[in-house]
């Protein structure tokens, strides 16, 4: 187990000493621009911004910006993508992970996650204001602001609560708008991948008017359209992908000879055969490989519902199988029957109209209105215990005594056996989204005088999603169904046959599971067991926010400058489902009322002191802070309402000994208060798999209830921040920019969900807390988990990120560039009553356990320009090798045994390495004033995921690329 390590801060600072010159400050959208000037010219000095001061003094918060060139050399369709690359975030919520959130969930949106913490920590502003959340956890979906209209975007990596509010607990991206555009763009592009699929297209289109002498007009707009990747059979590092097996219990004094796990290849789900398997009692399990079977067990059916025997691995227990037969095509899982990337649709539309009234006062307006598709797909009903009465009328017979099951049963003495069935001839769950989101804001700035300015804004925020949910199975219906009995030779539900005439269903068909599709109404007894329902989910938000900046006076080093303002935000959220959702009624995946409603009443200080400048040793010193104040007042038509207060506040150091070198300083108490869906939303279930470490390492299926606490208090963060930034001037050394920061970012009461597997290592390790969340039976086995969000853990976040930029001029128009954007994670650490567990490193993802982040990612972009008119960027990704689960332990690691339930064959993925080209052409086109073909091909390589078990079966698509070879080109222009 990776546990708590001491912050060893003389190491840290020696890293960043020892690595500063080999990383950067400045973004690729400014070096760029400086390959434009001479090579004796120096570049123009960093702008770091992170603060509401208009000032000159650089600020102690580290900011890394990505600018729209950055879209256009990677050739990226969307704003989000372009961003997730960036090593500091982690793509938690993309087109590619829709598998491991909620059915019901957000699907096909592209939500932002700086440094691992979860996406509710990072706020996300357009031009600086809040932005209508897209999902009920208050997260912003940037697919729904039009990346052609983006000038750039500021990434805030540090606490920011004191300066732009809750949230901000890991950082703050600010979209910033380009509403200076004059004149028309636009862009059209297109990629498949090699293997025929995730045929991608985007358009975009945008214009800027001066009307009249004082009035400017931008409008644009971008559609985009993804057919996804179907499923695990699709790619092959998914077919063949590894899977864990958990060992079966041990015998009394029983000595295991394999580990508690093993992660192998050939390995399937056997008891959930599509065509049926008759399963063993649990006993069959104990101090075996392969479990003992009766003569009733292990006979599985043909497709026409024949028996014969079913063929076993080497490895079994009561899920899975390595080696054996399957009745399944290769990467099919009953269990992870995902979208590799779900399909999805989207168009987005923003337009801003400014009005110089008076040389003093500026008004503007703005209109943004988003649509957003995603279409997913749910896997089919399963279960490893139907019970079967020997009367069933869809019993199969055979010729052979061995195999006929009436015959069995009746020499057994039995009136009963257990079924395995994956109903896949039922089908999956379909699920589809739609999400529209509208935004009116109206700002006005006045220059009270040359030194004074009052700016402020009104938004009006509304987001409407909808969730359809087809072919869903209902619980008592299936149930029903499948307890069939006879009635003068006709098959009929039980219900309908005993003598208790209260629980008749006469719309009941009787379900035949013995093969696949069988049975003489089998279209009638699907339509029974399923029903479709929905889930409605609509945003408001009302932000009412004004800002008061200025010089109180002047120093020897320069003006102390001010901000102050205040701001009043409401988010309403409400939501309805269909009838059986109500009533809990779907196996899985049922929607829920939702009643929520949060106002926020806050007020803030800033203040900006430079103390020394142009001085012996101290070109630049100053200092700054910030102090807010927030009340929340939350409220709900079905919980008791409740209020908080909080304070948070920030303070930083800017010294600059030289010009060349500049060293920052930050230390701030952040929050984060919790959301309408963690305080009144759903509370649904579903099913999941763990392993059963307080019964001998079962591997089991249990129901997992997750949702909301209406008693959740706010998080609050204490974060530091030491960085070096080094902007030599003159010569060679002059076309570098370089920075390191390093961060300690500590979060206690963090409000989180446990993972149904961390609940069952937990209560096994002694923690109460945890013990009480599992319901076993009388047999000691798991039946149910509930995993709704609570304030019971501590985050802590620690590491280094570096930046380096460069540009050499190569004689005439040839120019190249280079971007280098590296993250160190030393530490990310969740801690509990029991203890810590450290996933920085971690590259694999379990199911049922929060994923973790490589310890070192590394972006780099290399732009070649040459000839005037073309250009070829090589960009570059590589992410350390990790480890698949922080409490395993592989042979070699300290502690290691056979005995141990944590010991696992294997815990090391290796590294991966991505290359991608881009290359474009400008062409002379009328009276035009740039048109630029591109065509590029991303991961050149064609690299896999690493062929790790991942929770959507195999693999982990938050950091790895699921997709493979990419091919895309298109076309830019400007008039």
């Known amino acids: 187990m990776r546990i708590i390590r001491n912050a060893r801060v003389s190491a840290h600072a020696l890293a960043i000493a020892g690595l500063a010159i080999g990383s950067g400050a400045a973004s690729a959208q400014e070096a760029a621009a400086d390959a434009a000037q001479p090579p004796e010219q120096a570049p123009a000095p960093i702008i770091v911004t992170g603060s509401r001061i208009q000032s ?46 909620a059915e019901a969930g957000y699907i096909g949106g592209r939500i932002l996650d700086l440094r691992g913490l979860g996406a509710v920590r990072t706020l996300t502003l357009v031009d600086g204001k809040r932005f209508v959340p897209s999902t009920t956890q208050a997260t912003v979906d940037t697919n729904m602001i039009p990346s052609i209209l983006l000038s750039r975007a500021e990434v805030v990596t540090g606490g920011a609560s004191a300066v732009y509010g809750s949230d ?44 009249g002498s004082n009035l400017h007009l931008i409008v644009g707009g971008e559609w985009e359209k993804s057919d996804g990747v179907s499923g695990c059979e699709q790619r092959d590092w998914c077919r063949n992908g590894l899977i864990n097996v958990g060992r079966n219990p041990l015998a009394p004094g029983q000595v295991p000879t394999i580990p508690a796990t093993s992660i192998v290849p050939d390995a399937y789900t056997w008891s959930a055969s599509f065509n049926g398997v008759t399963t063993p009692p649990s006993s069959a399990y104990v101090g075996r490989d392969v479990p003992a ?10 497709n026409d519902g024949t028996p014969r025997r079913y063929q076993f691995g080497y490895l079994v227990n009561s899920i899975w199988q390595a080696g054996g037969e399957r009745d399944t095509p290769l990467g099919k899982n009953i269990y992870f029957d995902f979208p590799i990337v779900s399909p999805t649709e989207r168009w987005s539309t923003m337009g801003y109209l400014t009005w110089d009234a008076t040389e003093a006062l500026t008004l503007e307006l703005g209109l943004t209105y988003g649509h957003g598709e995603g279409r997913h797909r749910s896997p089919g009903h399963r279960s490893t215990s139907i019970v079967i009465r020997d009367d069933n009328p869809f019993l199969p017979r055979s010729s052979d005594p061995t195999l006929d099951i009436p015959t069995i049963l009746a020499n057994s003495g039995l009136t009963s056996f257990t079924l395995g069935k994956g109903f896949d001839d039922i089908g999956p769950g379909i699920v589809e989204v739609k999400n529209d989101v509208i935004r009116v804001v109206g700002a006005a700035t006045y220059q009270l005088d040359g030194n004074w300015q009052l700016d402020a804004y009104y938004s009006y925020g509304h987001n409407k999603f909808r969730s359809d949910f087809t072919n869903k199975v209902i619980t008592a219906n299936v149930g029903r169904a499948l307890d069939a009995t006879s009635v003068n030779g006709t098959p009929v539900c039980r219900v309908n046959a005993d003598s208790d005439p209260t629980n008749d269903d006469p719309a009941c068909v009787p379900l035949n599971p013995f093969g696949y599709g069988q049975g003489p109404d089998f279209a009638g007894a699907k339509a029974y067991v399923t029903a ?240 009480s969340l599992i319901q076993r039976n009388a047999d000691n086995e798991v039946v149910s988990i509930v995993d709704t969000v609570q304030n019971v853990n501590q985050l802590i976040a620690r590491g280094i990120d570096f930046q380096l930029d460069y540009v050499q001029p ?41 994923p973790g982040i490589p310890d070192w990612t590394v972006d780099a972009t290399a732009r070649l320009e040459f000839l005037e008119n073309y250009a070829f960027t090589s960009h570059f990704r590589w992410i350390n090798k990790g480890f698949f689960f922080p409490t395993f332990l592989e042979p070699g690691d300290p502690g290691y045994s056979l005995q141990s339930p944590n010991s696992v064959n294997t815990n090391t993925l290796p590294s991966r390495f991505y290359v991608d080209i881009l290359g474009s052409a400008k062409l002379p086109f009328g009276g035009a004033k740039e048109v630029e073909v591109f065509a590029g091909i991303d991961n050149l390589f064609n690299v896999d995921p690493p062929r790790f078990p991942g929770a959507n079966g195999s693999g982990n698509n938050v950091l790895f690329n699921p997709v493979g070879r990419m091919f895309k080109g298109g076309i830019r222009a400007s008039f």
């Open 293 to 302: 079977l009766r003569p009733i067990d292990g006979i599985t059916f043909n």
């Open 56 to 101: 000159a003094f650089d600020r102690p918060t580290p900011v890394t910006m990505l600018g729209a060139e950055r879209l256009e050399e990677r050739g990226a369709s969307n704003l989000g993508d372009a961003l997730n690359e960036l090593p500091v975030f982690r793509a938690t919520q993309t087109p590619a992970t829709a598998g491991l959130g």
């Open 532 to 771: 479709d329902g929905f889930q409605t989910n609509v945003t408001t938000q009302n932000v009412v926010a004004a800002n008061l900046t200025g010089n109180l006076f002047t120093l020897p080093a320069g003006s102390v400058g001010v901000a102050v303002g205040g701001e009043f935000r409401s988010d309403k959220v409400t939501g309805d489902t269909d009838p059986l959702s109500q009533a809990n009624a779907f196996i899985n995946g049922n929607g829920a009322l939702v009643s929520g409603k949060i106002d926020v009443t806050e007020f803030y200080g800033e203040i900006n002191v430079p103390l020394l400048a142009d001085q012996p040793f101290a070109r630049e010193f100053g200092v700054d802070g910030a102090i807010r104040q927030t009340h929340y007042s939350r409220s709900s038509a079905m919980f008791d309402s409740s209020s908080v207060d909080v304070t948070t506040w920030k303070l930083g150091a800017v010294w600059a000994p030289i010009d060349a070198v500049r060293f920052r300083v930050s230390r701030s108490r952040d929050i984060r208060a919790p959301n309408v869906a963690e305080l009144f939303g759903p509370v649904t279930t579903r099913t999941g798999i763990l392993t059963d470490t307080g019964n001998g390492g079962r591997q089991v299926i249990v129901e997992v209830v997750s949702g909301s606490n209406p008693s959740l208090q706010p998080e609050s963060a204490d974060t530091w921040t030491v960085g070096v930034v080094l902007q030599p001037t003159g010569g060679f050394f002059g076309r570098f920019r370089a920075s390191a920061d390093y961060y300690d970012i500590k979060i206690d009461d963090a409000i989180s969900t446990l993972g149904q597997q961390n609940i069952v290592n937990r209560c096994v390790d002694g923690d109460a807390l945890s013990c």
């Open 168 to 211: 901000a607990v890991s950082g703050v991206v600010n979209l910033l708008i380009n509403k200076d555009l004059t004149g028309y763009k636009m862009n059209a592009q297109a990629g498949i991948s090699e293997e025929g699929d995730n045929f991608t297209r985007q358009l975009g289109l945008a214009g800027g008017w001066e009307l």
């Open 810 to 850: 190569l004689g005439g128009t040839t120019t190249l560039s280079l971007n280098v954007l590296a993250s160190y994670v030393d530490d990310l650490i969740t801690v509990d009553s029991v203890g810590a567990t450290d996933r920085a490193g971690q590259t694999g993802l379990r199911g049922g356990t929060p």
